[in-house]
C-alpha cells in the first residue's frame, strides 16, 4: 500500500464484551476494508473510554447493548463533545431497527455480513467526506445520534416474536413463556404448557426482543418474571416458577431481582 494511502485511513477501536465479537470484526475488517486501520478493542466503556482517549481514533464500532450493564450509550454520553463516528453493532432485528433507518446512522446486524460491514464502512467514507467539506454536518450527525437513543427509548418491543426457521416463521406470544435458557449459541425457550423450542439466536438477542417482566437472572436463564411463586436466599440463591421449576440467581444480580418484582406488584 502506498504512503498517500495510508495517510487516508480511518482509525478505529472495535467495543464489545464479547471477546469472539471483538476478534471476529477485527478479522473482517482487516480482511475486507483496507481503508480502516484498528488501533485497538475494549470490552466495555471504562476500557473504551481510556481506549479513545489513548488513541483518538475516527471510528467506534459500538455493542449498542452489553449485558455487563452499561449501554453502548453510556460511552457515547461519557464523551462528550469529541469528535468521531459510530457503527452500531447490534442485535436489533425488530422495533429498534426503524430507529437507525429514520436517523440515517450506521449499523450492521449481528451475526455479521460480510457484503453489509463493506457497505457500511463505505457510507462512513462516504459522510466524512461529506463533512469535512462542510464541518456543520459533523454537529448534526452528533445530534442524530443524542436523539437515536432517546427514539429507542420511546420504542416497546413488538406483542409477539417472529422465529425464522428452515420451513417458515413461528410466532410467539412472550406471555406464554416461562423462561429461556442458553444453550450454547442457541436459545431453548421453555413454554407453560411444558414443551420447549431451539432458537438459533441467542439469549443477549432476546435480552433485547423480550418485554421489560424479563428478567436475566444468570448468564444462562431469563425468566418472565410473572411466572416466578418464590424467590429463595441462602448459600445458592434461586427463583421457583409456578409451574415448580427452580431456576439459579447469580449474586450480583439479586439486588436487581428485587427490584423488578416489586414493580410488578
Same mark, same amino acid.
Given at each position: 500500500m502506498s504512503e498517500n494511502a495510508e495517510i487516508h485511513k480511518i482509525r478505529a477501536i472495535i467495543v464489545d464484551d464479547e471477546l469472539p465479537a471483538r476478534e471476529n470484526m477485527r478479522f473482517m475488517l482487516q480482511d475486507n476494508c483496507p481503508e480502516i486501520e484498528v488501533c485497538g478493542t475494549a470490552d466495555g466503556v471504562k476500557s473504551a473510554l481510556k481506549l479513545f482517549q489513548d488513541m483518538k481514533p475516527d471510528l467506534i464500532f459500538l455493542d449498542i447493548?452489553?449485558?455487563?450493564?452499561?449501554?453502548?450509550?453510556?460511552?457515547?454520553?461519557?464523551?462528550?463533545?469529541?469528535?468521531?463516528?459510530?457503527?452500531?453493532?447490534?442485535?436489533?432485528?425488530?422495533?429498534? @431497527?426503524?430507529?437507525?433507518?429514520?436517523r440515517a446512522l450506521h449499523y450492521i446486524l449481528k451475526p455479521i455480513d460480510e457484503q453489509d460491514l463493506i457497505e457500511t464502512v463505505?457510507?462512513?467514507?462516504?459522510?466524512?467526506?461529506?463533512?469535512?467539506?462542510?464541518?456543520?454536518?459533523?454537529?448534526?450527525?452528533?445530534?442524530? @445520534?443524542?436523539?437515536?437513543?432517546?427514539? @429507542?427509548?420511546?420504542?416497546?418491543?413488538?406483542?409477539?416474536?417472529? @422465529?425464522?426457521?428452515?420451513?417458515?416463521?413461528?410466532?410467539?406470544?412472550?406471555?406464554? +413463556?416461562?423462561? +429461556?435458557?442458553?444453550?450454547?449459541?442457541?436459545?431453548?425457550?421453555?413454554?407453560?404448557?411444558?414443551?420447549?423450542?431451539?432458537?438459533?439466536?441467542?439469549?443477549k438477542v432476546y435480552e433485547v426482543l423480550l418485554p421489560k417482566y424479563f428478567y436475566r437472572t444468570h448468564k444462562s436463564y431469563i425468566v418472565n418474571m410473572k411466572e416466578v411463586s418464590e424467590l429463595l436466599h441462602g448459600d445458592e440463591q434461586s427463583v421457583v416458577l409456578k409451574n415448580g421449576t427452580s431456576l439459579p440467581v447469580a449474586r450480583e444480580r439479586k439486588q436487581d431481582l428485587l427490584a423488578s418484582l416489586q414493580n410488578l406488584i
Open positions: 447493548r452489553m449485558p455487563s450493564g452499561a449501554e453502548g450509550f453510556d460511552l457515547i454520553d461519557q464523551l462528550g463533545n469529541e469528535q468521531f463516528y459510530v457503527v452500531f453493532v447490534t442485535a436489533f432485528k425488530d422495533y429498534a @431497527i426503524r430507529a437507525f433507518e429514520s463505505q457510507r462512513v467514507l462516504q459522510r466524512r467526506k461529506f463533512d469535512l467539506a462542510d464541518p456543520s454536518g459533523l454537529s448534526a450527525y452528533r445530534e442524530n @445520534i443524542r436523539k437515536l437513543e432517546e427514539e @429507542i427509548a420511546r420504542q416497546t418491543p413488538p406483542r409477539r416474536i417472529t @422465529i425464522h426457521h428452515s420451513k417458515g416463521i413461528k410466532l410467539l406470544d412472550p406471555d406464554d +413463556i416461562t423462561h +429461556i435458557e442458553g444453550s450454547g449459541n442457541c436459545a431453548l425457550i421453555h413454554f407453560k404448557d411444558k414443551h420447549t423450542y431451539l432458537d438459533t439466536r441467542t439469549l
